[in-house]
């Protein structure tokens, strides 16, 4: 249970100096605390289950409220909580896994307009599909067998059929795999060499073409591979750029208003968030870095303060601290104070989970093996919601 003393703001002189452009007198930009910053009160705290690691968001009944579905590695299970719109939740269901399950994808991978969900058992050599119900419920797991030690997966419709495919990150083979979607079972298609020990694959368009591509992080080498779709089920690979060490989550947007996708990726051996501007043609180049507490893990990208801009929010797990960063859509970011929770958040999610108009964030503490809930003010501040 959460003390009082595990909530606190705190001032810091972090700044992010563009490599592209310059704000104010040396290129500095500091901004403070927005009101309606982090209070000490009661929170949102739901028990999932030991060592989760990822997290994913979506209406699994159907009431327009975002949901939350997070797996628990080490109790081999995967937990969908049904938010009740008031910040916290009204079920907590888990579901067996295989072992050691450490990603979570959802979609609609049968076609039946109803959110489906599929986790990544790293510890095995398997993947396991749940078909919702639409009313919150999911079906007994089905295996996706042959798929060695898969450590991140994300949904995406390779071939333009209308189905929702899957792709798969191996580390330790070094290779991202294509799952064809067959009516809600699945073959491997393609595999794809990319760097040593890959982790966690993005989706994002790229080269403007409407056609989803993937960005994979590498954690031997410190890189991301680029892979462009081309819609007929295979990929181009692009080539690699260098990120910084020990890439993790990844969020993509639009940070100059050039209308090409970014990206931004949290690098636990950099202590920071990389910005990569994109030129529109598939390729990436440093744009800048955000300085963050020590060991950032999770990243999100949302409007949190309703100007229009995307905003950044990442978790830095050993110094237990959120960051924020107030995109001006230009490249440039205001760096918020951080706020002190004394938690190791592994993964973030943000939503409208109060159905209040802004932006929330919902965290995976890995030392709670719980989810932690946070309510936006809009400004780019966030609290702990009441208990009810």
């Given amino acids: 249970m959460l003390t009082p003393g595990h909530w606190q703001s705190k001032m810091t002189s972090r700044v992010f100096v563009p490599l592209r452009v310059l704000f104010f007198v040396g290129g500095i930009l500091i901004a403070p605390l927005p009101s309606g910053g982090l209070r000490q009160t009661s929170s949102q705290i739901e028990t999932i289950g030991r060592v989760p690691h990822a997290i994913a968001v979506g209406d699994f009944n159907g009431d327009g409220i975002p949901d939350v579905a997070v797996p628990a590695a080490a ?7 049904l938010s009740n719109g008031k910040g916290g939740f009204a079920s907590n269901h888990s ?8 990603w979570v994808e959802i979609g609609d991978f049968n076609g039946d307009g ?11 050599g398997d993947l396991s599909l749940y078909l919702g119900d639409g009313m919150g419920k999911l079906s007994k797991a089905r295996d996706i067998m042959n798929v060695p030690g898969p450590a991140s997966a994300v949904a995406l419709d390779v071939n333009r059929d209308g189905q929702l495919d899957l792709a798969i990150t191996q580390p330790k083979e070094s290779r991202l795999i294509i799952l064809q979607n067959l009516g809600g079972s699945f073959k491997p298609s393609a595999t794809y060499e990319v760097g040593r020990a890959p982790h966690i694959v ?12 993937l960005v994979v992080g590498t954690f031997a080498r410190h890189m991301l591979s680029i892979l462009l779709g081309k819609g007929d089920g295979t990929f181009r690979v692009a080539g690699e750029i260098q990120v910084g060490r020990f890439p993790h989550y990844a969020a993509a947007g639009d940070w100059n208003g050039d209308g090409h996708q970014d990206l931004a990726v949290a690098c636990a051996g950099e202590d920071a968030v990389i910005l990569l501007q994109g030129d529109g043609t598939g390729m990436l180049r440093k744009m800048g870095t955000l300085p963050m507490g020590n060991n950032p893990h999770g990243l999100v990208a949302a409007d949190f303060n309703g100007d229009g801009f995307l905003d950044l929010a990442g978790s830095a797990r050993t110094a237990g601290e959120i960051s924020v960063f107030l995109g001006d859509g230009k490249g440039g970011f205001t760096v918020v104070a951080p706020l ?20 929330d964030l919902a965290l995976v503490s890995a030392s709670h093996t719980s989810v932690v809930m946070l309510r936006g003010d809009g400004k780019g501040g ?7």
């Fill in 75 to 81: 109790e081999r299970k995967v937990a969908v909580l």
């Fill in 340 to 359: 002190r929770i004394n938690q190791d958040i592994i993964a973030l999610a943000a939503n409208d989970f109060d159905r209040d108009g802004k932006m």
């Fill in 95 to 102: 579901y067996a896994t295989g072992i050691g399950p450490s």
């Fill in 202 to 213: 993005t989706k994002v368009d790229l080269n403007r073409d409407g056609i989803a591509d």
């Fill in 114 to 124: 109803k959110l489906d969900l599929v986790t990544a058992n790293t510890g095995g």
């Fill in 382 to 388: 966030f609290s702990p919601f009441a208990a009810k």
